[in-house]
Every structure is written in structure tokens, then in C-alpha cells.
């Protein structure tokens, strides 16, 4: 603040005088600290803002909750495909692990078996197609 041409900054309750670079500097980091907690404040995410704003929090956690019947769906497809899984031979189940398990490249995994990229392809289509049957798709 300024008074008569004489720059002073309150410390510990104290008006202190400064000199005018010093004075802006503080002034400056002042600013910096009110916009970044204006900031926080923008984007701050609490149950008494969402409160004060009309949202709905239990309607909105119900919303996003899974129902029980899509959770027993999840799990027996999930069963289905470990059941069609299992029911592969050893190299089809590698093949099929390394390319959707793992995210191996196709490029990677057909360098690793020594074969080129289009036999790896035509082999993970085969296995689709069997799933698929299996899964009755």
C-alpha cells in the first residue's frame, strides 16, 4: 500500500516500508496465490458444492451404481468365455492371450513365433470364428 509516496507491506500484523520493487513483488505473489486458489475454488468438486448448486448427489450415485442384474450378466459372460477359452488347445489359448490379454502387436508376436504377420492373422481369425461358435454368437 501505498502512503504519501512511501511503499509498506503489513508483516506479523506490522506495517513495515519497502522499497516499490519490493512492494510489487509481494503485491504480485498476493495476486498469483488469490487467482490459483480462485482456481481450486472453480473446480473444486464437494458433496456442499454440488449441494449448493441443486445437483442431486444421490440420484447421481445411484445413476452410476451397476444393477445387480447387469452384474450377474458381466459374470456369466465372463464364465462363458473362461469356459470357451479352456476349451481351446494350448497354442490357440497363447495366441489368443498374448493378442488380447497382453496387447502384444501382431507384428511382435509373429517375429517371437517365427512366422509371418498374415499367418498370425489368418490363425487368430480361425480362433474368433471358433469362439464365436463356441460362445454361439
Same mark, same amino acid.
Given at each position: 500500500? #501505498?502512503?504519501?509516496?512511501? %511503499?509498506?507491506?503489513?508483516?506479523?500484523?506490522?506495517?513495515?516500508?519497502?522499497?516499490?520493487?519490493?512492494?510489487?513483488? %509481494?503485491?504480485?505473489?498476493?495476486?498469483? #496465490?488469490?487467482?490459483?486458489?480462485?482456481?481450486?475454488?472453480?473446480?473444486?468438486?464437494?458433496? #456442499?458444492?454440488?449441494?449448493?448448486?441443486?445437483?442431486?448427489?444421490?440420484?447421481?450415485?445411484?445413476?452410476?451404481?451397476?444393477?445387480?442384474?447387469?452384474?450377474?450378466?458381466?459374470? #456369466?459372460?465372463?464364465?462363458?468365455?473362461?469356459?470357451?477359452?479352456?476349451?481351446?488347445?494350448?497354442?490357440?489359448?497363447?495366441?489368443?492371450?498374448? $493378442?488380447?490379454?497382453?496387447?502384444?502387436?501382431?507384428?511382435?508376436?509373429?517375429?517371437? $513365433?517365427?512366422?509371418?504377420?498374415?499367418? $498370425?492373422?489368418?490363425?487368430?481369425?480361425?480362433?474368433?470364428?471358433?469362439?464365436?461358435?463356441?460362445?454361439?454368437?
Amino acid at each position: 500500500m #501505498e502512503e504519501g509516496g512511501k %511503499y509498506t507491506i503489513i508483516v506479523n500484523k506490522k506495517r513495515i516500508e519497502v522499497s516499490e520493487d519490493v512492494y510489487r513483488a %509481494y503485491h504480485q505473489e498476493r495476486e498469483a #496465490e488469490r487467482y490459483q486458489n480462485k482456481l481450486i475454488r472453480q473446480h473444486e468438486m464437494s458433496l #456442499e458444492r454440488f449441494r449448493d448448486n441443486g445437483v442431486n448427489i444421490d440420484y447421481l450415485i445411484a445413476k452410476f451404481q451397476p444393477d445387480v442384474a447387469d452384474k450377474l450378466i458381466s459374470e #456369466e459372460l465372463l464364465k462363458t468365455l473362461r469356459y470357451a477359452l479352456d476349451s481351446l488347445p494350448e497354442d490357440e489359448k497363447f495366441l489368443i492371450n498374448e $493378442l488380447f490379454f497382453i496387447h502384444k502387436s501382431k507384428r511382435k508376436l509373429a517375429k517371437e $513365433l517365427g512366422i509371418p504377420r498374415t499367418t $498370425l492373422n489368418d490363425k487368430k481369425h480361425r480362433i474368433l470364428k471358433k469362439l464365436k461358435k463356441i460362445l454361439d454368437i
